[in-house]
T-cell receptor
């Protein structure tokens, strides 16, 4: 059973470009979470999605960031008009159920904005 | 609101000696608590979790943690450190009572293991 897959693993964007980060949850998991880790810090929650629905986006910046989890295909975290402060590691996690169910993390995407 | 405080940002031990990584939490009546480990440039791996069953929780690689409600603590221990234990460790809380599914992470403790 493959784990949570994220791609690309490393992404370099110039300021003003768009970044698209993909996450394929574990097989059978329908709950996806996105977290951001700034250098030397812990992970911060961004958004929680179930298939075709955003359940909790309380951690998402109000502008430039969006997320989706379509009926078919991976979850996408999209950052428009990237700025240097967006440079971070972005982790996706998935769980079989919501609530207290264990979250399994992907290897992360390291975004560098030049 | 729930929160997690990891009391040490860095811990250094010698190989073969005990490991203690300290964590205090603030949460509602029924938190779930986790310890995750992150090796350099890698994703996070779950070490162990507490979900209101036994207060002493055994995890992978010889780690264990004890939930102490009176002290609001969930310290991580290992009797004998191995070089491969060198990594960043995160204490994490999830609070079902608030209805949020998101995990709240501590700021991390970097464990160094000296030969």
């Amino acid at each position: 059973n493959a784990g949570v897959m994220q791609n690309p693993r490393h992404l370099v964007r110039r300021r003003g470009q768009e970044a698209r980060l993909r996450c394929s949850p574990m097989k059978g998991h329908s709950h996806v979470y996105w977290y951001r880790q700034l250098p030397e810090e812990g992970l911060k929650f961004m958004v929680y999605l179930q298939k075709e629905n955003i359940i909790d986006e309380s951690g998402m910046p109000k502008e430039r960031f969006s997320a989706e989890f379509p009926k078919e295909g991976p979850s996408i975290l999209r950052i428009q008009q990237v700025v240097r402060g967006d440079s971070a590691a972005y982790f996706c996690a998935s769980s079989l159920l919501g609530g207290q169910d264990e979250q399994y993390f992907g290897p992360g995407t390291r975004l560098t904005v030049t | 609101a729930q929160s997690v405080t990891q009391l040490d940002s860095h811990v250094s031990v010698s190989e073969g000696t005990p490991v203690l990584l300290r964590c205090n939490y603030s949460s509602s009546y029924s938190p779930s608590l986790f310890w995750y480990v992150q090796h350099p440039n890698k994703g996070l791996q779950l070490l162990l979790k507490y979900t209101s069953a036994a207060t002493l929780v055994k995890g992978i690689n010889g780690f264990e943690a004890e939930f102490k409600k009176s002290e609001t603590s969930f310290h991580l221990t290992k009797p004998s450190a191995h070089m491969s234990d060198a990594a960043e460790y995160f204490c994490v809380v999830s609070d079902l009572d608030t209805g949020r599914r998101a995990l709240t992470f501590g700021s991390g403790t970097r464990l160094q293991v000296q030969p």
